[in-house]
């Protein structure tokens, strides 16, 4: 393996990025931590993205998955690739 970055998901909404990153610098350095936010509330949307310095780091924390953080049980996996596609458009109308 020689991915570095992983999902986090199911987090209570009060995680904050200090906290994920008390809980997951146990497994590796941490390059980035983005815990993904509403836009307009600015509230938790209960999932993260973890980039570990080293793929080392990302493979040992995927231990965690299923564990208990905050009373819930997260899900910690691979993070997968974007393809770049972007937000996929509806239909909309035509005549």
Do not use: H
């Amino acid at each position: 393996m020689n991915q570095t970055k992983i999902y986090v998901g199911n987090l209570p909404f009060q995680t904050t990025s200090e906290d994920l990153e008390a809980t997951f610098s146990a497994y590796g350095n941490i390059a980035e931590c983005k815990l993904i936010t509403d836009r307009e509330t600015g509230r938790s949307k209960g999932f993260a993205f973890i980039t570990f310095a080293e793929a080392s780091g990302a493979e040992a924390a995927l231990k965690l998955d299923g564990t208990d953080l905050g009373g819930r049980q997260i899900r910690v996996n691979l993070a997968k690739e974007d393809r770049g596609g972007g937000r996929r458009g509806g239909g909309g109308f035509r005549q």
